[in-house]
């Protein structure tokens, strides 16, 4: 058995086939790829990485199998899955993920290739696991793997910890004990024990008040922006293929980033902190549905058109269009007067948070610090921008369709 101290669940023990695995390359590679990317240029204590992530959701999944009554081979499967469910993650985690799925049409939990291979492999195999098993419960499937990839998930009680603790923000913190403890499957599904309706809206409060505090923070989204053009480029202009790009680590992605003529200068920027700047800053509701219905290709063609009209190179402007705000955790399912219910329907905390989401989303559009201005006024014509008379304002350069302050 092996024992880890651990910033934030104190000394984690690790036995079974998860110490088997712990010093595999496959699980080693994660030391190496920052939890939450680019944040590090917001907080510059969030320099945690995968696999301290992957150790607390192994200590975690341990500590519900022993809650739940989970033992023997089926306890060994589980744990297994969460020290591996991170494997599969490509540099600065989720930063370039939409692009590599573009190009190969796998996401970080794709992991059956990582699994049924190599050392990884024959270790499950030694330990009698089978590892497409094991992908699967990576991947959520079936009843168990509810615990590894869900609504409750071991995986989510862990990073809304670990990332409050490294960032010092406070939003983040939740009973991870009282969620482990009232833990229980009903009819195969995994869902709070009754009177946990306020243990659930800890979950969702948490995650809601960490998106726009640190996921969603303007300047991870500015950096993460840059990074996913300067990888696109990359992909584009040498014989790295995305492939080989998923299995790189963050050091590997920013060498091969600084050695290429093509991105030479964003990662110079980026290894200074001197990013791009909003020129547009736009609520959801000024932002047509063409444009938030808009592929990739168009994207890239508007960036192109706004960039030759305010005569500048094309990779100095990017439009960035999240996805529209979703409350996952309000499927989250609670056990209400003896029945099994969605938060969802049972918590009125669901819809004010869902308002406060749709509130708090904006489209970006960013280019050099000198150019925001003429950018910002070219890109809300270009992109159909309606703000109300009133609503755009200057502030340091750029169109703000918001009466948010800003940095």
Partial sequence: MATIKDSVHDHIEIE????????TPTVQRLRHIKQLGTVQLVYPSANHTRFEHSLGVYHLANRACSEIGIEGRQAERIRAAALLHDVG???FSHNIEELTHRYTGKYHDDVDELLTSGEVGEILRDHDLDPGHIAGLVAGEG???????GELDVDRMDYLVRDAHHTGVPYGTIDTERLIRELTFVDGELVLDAGNVQTAE???????????????HPVARISKAMLRRATERLIEET????????RMDDHDLLVALRNT??????AERYGSRRLLKRAVWAELQHVPDSLLEAEHREIRELESTIAERAELPATDVIVEIPDEPTIRESTTRVVVGGEIRNLGAQSPLVSAL??????????????QPEATDRVGRLAADELGLDPPDGLIRKRGGGVHATLDEFE
């Fill in 89 to 91: 993650h490509g540099p």
């Fill in 239 to 246: 014989a790295l293929d995305a492939e080989r790009i998923r």
């Fill in 354 to 367: 869902r308002t406060a989401q749709r509130g708090q989303w904006r489209l970006g559009v960013y280019t």
């Fill in 16 to 23: 079974g086939v998860a110490e088997a695995l712990l010093d």
């Fill in 202 to 216: 800890s979950l969702l409060l948490a995650r809601a008040l960490m998106n726009p505090t640190v996921y969603m």
């Fill in 143 to 149: 009843q168990f793997g509810q615990l590894v990839s």
């Fill in 261 to 266: 003529p093509e991105t030479e200068a964003f």
